[in-house]
């Protein structure tokens, strides 16, 4: 099933799941249900592009483990998608659902294309082909998606209006992270940075730092990273000092205005050449001596190769998947205080949870309700790792696995599955 590279997705993903297996002593049949997806689709469907011709595209729907509910994860459109990235972030999604309690089981989907170089017309006859193709695996109580990298509510407009003309009704709840105008939740947009730094909070008050003066390093500054520069900005009063995106790095040790960091990327779609911010290597971002480094790009990037340069206090994960299992005991044995992936970013699939509830009562909360459930849930949620980080000397993913992990396999034994 795998291809034999260390730094592939869905290999990292199954060690991880070994190590867990190990930790929780758990049974061989038990560990084996936990290691391979429960379904996966692999789809091919033809696209009309502008200039005349026809397309073919390719696609992946994986459906992890439905255990603890119907499969949730988003759809990420990237032209590098493999099965196996969609593999690993499946089973990533079915521990974040866990860790947080939600009753709700881990998938993800992706498509192979660059939408850089789809026009909006190509993108959404991209989105709409590729709920075609998938429309009778999904549904509300069957598999929910979401945004991912490179999708947005407007694409998640398209889909939900592509999938309810196949049913013949409105189903708003089949997908989440939808626009407010039909049935998404307030507080959604920015919920994977809120929640983030919610557990940020709490870490900061374990070590002892104190926000309000606390340096912070952005890598990645899509949905997520742009987000939590603005939040930890105005929450807390920390200063960031280096952003970067697929395109480079600049740092301001005055420290940047996320706001004038945002309108800056809006306009020329990057963060290079921002007022005030001197260029750097993306490899110096990582190293810096910030107090929290946020990680908020893609999946492999502090690795043996270059975990025991970070100097951060806090390593917070908003991307899926950023740090490989080497550089996790580097990072533990040097004592940083790593808020695992699954843990810190489970904020966005928090509210689309919500999102899902207030489509099903179609009772619709305000924001401030979301942010106070928001809060709750990932407060809970880094205490019972932080424990168990604590009890059993592991580190913090190592302990977010032991909890989560616990709970399907309990949902899996009371169902006779295992
Ligand atoms: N794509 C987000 C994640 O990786 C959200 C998933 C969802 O809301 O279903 O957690």
Not at 18 to 32: F, H, P
Request: proline share 4%.
């Amino acid at each position: 099933m795998s291809t034999g590279n260390q730094d592939n997705p869905f290999e990292i993903a199954q060690r991880q799941i070994n190590a867990c297996a190990d930790i929780l002593k758990l049974d061989e049949s038990t560990r084996q249900g936990l290691l391979h997806p429960m379904r996966e689709f692999h789809v091919t469907f033809p696209v009309h592009m502008d200039d005349g011709t026809t397309r073919l595209f390719k696609g992946y729907r994986v459906q992890y483990n439905d255990a603890k509910g119907p499969t949730k994860g988003g759809i990420r459109f990237h032209p590098d998608e493999t099965i196996d990235t969609v593999r690993a972030l499946a089973a990533w999604m079915t521990w974040k659902c866990a860790l947080l309690d939600l009753p709700l089981g881990g998938g993800k989907g992706g498509v192979i294309c660059n939408p850089k170089e789809l026009s909006q017309q190509e993108l959404e006859r991209v989105s709409r082909g590729y709920i075609k193709a998938i429309a009778s695996f999904i549904g509300p109580d069957k598999d929910v998606p979401a945004p991912d990298v490179y999708t947005n509510p407007q694409v998640m407009a398209w889909m939900v209006d592509e999938y309810s003309s196949i049913v013949g009704k409105n189903q708003f709840g089949v997908m989440t992270g939808k626009p407010l105008v039909i049935g998404g939740s307030p507080g959604r947009g920015d919920a994977t940075a809120r929640g983030g730094l919610y557990t940020l909070r709490e870490a900061a008050k374990k070590i002892g730092l104190d926000l309000g003066k606390a340096t912070i390093a952005v890598q990645g500054f899509g949905n997520a990273g742009s987000f939590a520069a603005s939040l930890a900005e105005s929450l807390f009063g920390s200063k960031i000092v280096a952003v970067c995106d697929s395109r480079g790095a600049v740092c301001c040790l005055g420290g940047f205005s996320a706001m004038a960091v945002n309108q800056h990327k809006q306009a020329t779609s990057t963060v290079l050449e921002c007022a005030g911010g001197e260029c750097i290597t993306s490899d110096e971002l990582l190293e810096m001596d910030v107090d929290v480094l946020v990680l908020a790009a893609l999946e492999g990037t502090l690795t043996q190769r270059n975990a025991g340069r970070v100097k951060a206090k806090i390593v917070m994960e908003l991307a899926n998947g950023p740090t490989t299992p080497e550089a996790d005991e580097i990072l533990y044995e040097k004592g940083v205080h790593v808020i695992p992936d699954f843990l810190c970013n489970a904020g966005g699939v928090t509210v689309s949870y919500f999102e899902m509830v207030q489509n099903a009562s179609m009772y619709y909360w305000d924001e401030k309700e979301v942010h106070e459930k928001l809060d709750k849930r990932m407060t809970r949620a880094y205490h019972e790792v932080a424990e168990m980080s604590e009890k059993h000397a592991i580190n913090m993913r190592k302990a977010a696995y032991a909890v989560a992990v616990a709970r399907v396999v309990e949902a899996m034994k009371v169902r006779g599955w295992v």
